[in-house]
């Protein structure tokens, strides 16, 4: 005779409705804390990965896939620990924040497909107006294949990690607070402001950040859950570092499938930034925006936060 509840008890923690918007004095008050303390426990952890081992947030010239998935792999399991405390705080599940929802599996695939099309066509504009050049080793071409799964799991950990952290726990706390749009539109502008920290970011890095945070806010008010924007991200970043052998905000890889080189001036081509840092990912990301606001729709009632505007 239990059963019924139990199971209605998980159903609550993992697939909640409409949160509860706390707009008295201390239910403002209680949000700052929950928010200081997931901000704390992660700035606590990276103060003492840095302490015991001070070149871990040293970013080589030429990332190897052993530092990416040790570095992407702490990171991750950093983000989603602090997110665990916070749901056991409330005594929900870390499911709630984000990642629940139906056919997830399949809303990560889309995303990752709508993301290595879009950014194949900005390759294409960069190619096609002699803004980059691609060309292929036949010696590492081998070599790089046999990494093609382990450079996706890293790019699934950092956007697994980048996505928890902007649009998971603090999104959902923030929209109790202020409502989800606000809410998203700070986390944007934080999400950009995190990516000055990566040498050689210039302001169209930065605007397409920005940008992309939207995008990510929107999959998740549309579809209800993290995944297609999970997808995206994961596809966009490997595209850029391993498939097409371009530079990710400045950040080189070893073993790239396809060697690139931009040519012409930075502010077309993106220099030593990257595909993202050239003035053609602007209109693009637009494009995407506006493709998601016609194309995405999902279980709306996957996590809370959709339920507040």
């Keep these: 005779m239990q059963i019924p509840i139990v199971c209605a008890n998980i159903a609550r923690m993992c697939l909640p409705g409409e949160p509860k918007v706390r707009t008295s004095p201390i239910g403002v008050i209680r949000t700052l804390a929950d928010i200081t303390l997931f901000a704390a426990l992660i ?5 003492a990965v840095s302490r015991s ?7 080589p010239a030429r990332v190897t896939v052993s530092f990416a998935l040790k570095r992407e792999g702490l990171l991750c399991a950093v983000v989603l620990f602090a997110t665990f405390v916070m749901a056991w705080i409330e005594r929900r599940s870390i499911w709630y924040f984000g990642l629940a929802g139906k ?3 399949l809303k990560f695939v889309r995303g990752a497909i709508t993301g290595i099309a879009f950014l194949s066509f900005l390759i294409s504009c960069l190619a096609t107006t002699n803004h980059l050049s691609l060309h292929a080793e036949s010696s590492s071409v081998a070599l790089a294949l046999r990494h093609t799964p382990l450079w996706i799991l890293c790019f699934i950990m950092v956007a697994l990690t980048e996505e928890v952290v902007f649009r998971g726990y603090l999104q959902t706390t923030g929209t109790r607070l202020i409502g ?8 944007s502008l934080l999400f950009g402001m ?8 210039a302001a169209i890095g930065i605007i397409v950040v920005v940008l992309g945070g939207a995008l990510f806010s929107l999959a998740l008010k549309r579809t209800g ?3 297609w924007g999970i997808g995206f991200h994961t596809a966009w970043d490997w595209g850029q570092s391993f498939l097409f052998g371009t530079r990710d905000s400045g950040i080189l890889i070893q073993d790239s499938l396809l060697q690139s080189t931009p040519l012409g001036s930075q502010f077309w081509s993106g220099g030593s930034i990257g595909p993202e840092g050239s003035v053609f ?6 494009l995407a925006l506006c493709f998601a606001i016609f194309t995405l729709h999902g ?3 996957g996590v809370a936060i959709v339920a507040q505007d």
Excluded: C, K, Y
Aim: aromatic letters at 16%; zero cysteines.
């Design 103 to 105: 056919r997830n599996g």
């Design 194 to 201: 995190v990516h000055l920290r990566n040498d050689g970011e």
């Design 53 to 59: 081992s001070p070149h871990f947030f040293q970013v």
């Design 180 to 187: 989800f749009w606000p809410t998203a539109a700070a986390l």
């Design 43 to 47: 700035a606590g952890a990276g103060f």
């Design 299 to 301: 279980d709306r009632r």
């Design 225 to 227: 859950s993290l995944w």
């Design 281 to 286: 990912v602007i209109p693009i990301f637009i």
